[in-house]
């Protein structure tokens, strides 16, 4: 595992887009993994600028998103899609055919995991998956539990997922009780990882994932076990490792 500390957020989204920019480089027609919530933001705001000035292209990439609330339509603001939307896809040469986010609206959810599996599976795997991790240590919405769930599934968000989220939506009632997500092995199939952790309030569970046991109690400490991981975060999230 390769650590990159860096001095801030700013940095640190820079770093990643860094990293992922090399990606497109070395394999344009690669297919990426990509991450919500607040931490990618500014990563993919660099991705935007330098895909603006001509630095890098999308044309030739496609793009497979981690999750997605259960009973969000693409058009809603608090959609998965529509955060892709608003923080990438809209800005750079990338196909919207090309694209690829989890069905929360799917009739049959089953089904619609095995086939977005399915997917996975078609477009060769993940070349790269970026990552941040929640308070409890998810990856995705994978919460902690007994065991690591494999593939894309169905999962009821835990309370203090729920309340995590509820900054996002008008009160935490609207915070939707399901998602869809790609499963521990779907992520650990990933050619590479990247994860990011920015902020003193990731610090604690920085450590307990990448230098605790391996435990589905904390779902992000399984990769440990990947060969290619790179975790960027800055000074505040590494403040509780013991870094040389």
């Given amino acids: ?12 989204s820079r770093k990643a887009a860094d990293l992922m920019e090399a990606q497109l480089r070395e394999k344009p027609d690669c297919v990426l993994g990509l991450a919500t919530g607040s931490t990618p933001v500014g990563t993919y705001r660099e991705l935007v600028r330098r895909a603006r000035e001509g630095l890098l292209h999308f044309s030739k990439a496609k793009t497979v998103n981690l999750d997605e609330y259960v009973g969000l339509p693409p058009e809603n603001e608090q959609s998965y899609r529509y955060f892709m939307q608003k923080n990438l896809f809209d800005w750079v040469d990338i196909k919207r055919e090309n694209t ?6 799917a009739k049959d959810l089953p089904k619609a995991c095995g086939e977005y599996e399915a997917l996975i599976r078609s477009l060769k795997g993940i070349d790269l998956q970026l990552l941040g991790i929640g308070h409890n240590g998810h990856i995705g919405f994978n919460e902690p539990g007994e065991v690591f769930e494999k593939e894309t599934h169905l999962v009821n968000l835990s309370e203090r997922t729920i309340k995590a989220n ?15 997500t790609m499963g521990i092995l779907s992520i650990m199939r990933a050619r590479k ?10 610090a604690k569970i ?3 994932a990448f230098f605790g046991p391996i435990t589905p109690k904390v779902p992000a400490s399984v990769l440990q076990l990947h060969p290619a991981v790179t975790l960027i975060a800055d000074a505040e999230a590494l403040k ?3 870094l040389v």
């Avoid at 595992?1 to 640190?12: A, G, V």
């Avoid at 009160?171 to 009780?177: K, T």
């Fill in 1 to 12: 595992m390769d650590i990159i500390r860096t001095s801030d957020y700013e940095e640190m």
């Fill in 100 to 105: 690829f986010v989890p069905d929360g609206m």
């Fill in 166 to 180: 509820a900054r996002f939506f008008s009160s935490p009632d609207e915070v939707p009780r399901q998602a869809v």
């Fill in 193 to 202: 990882i990247l994860l990011l952790a920015s902020g003193a309030q990731k």
């Fill in 206 to 208: 920085v450590k307990e």
């Fill in 240 to 242: 509780e490792c013991d």
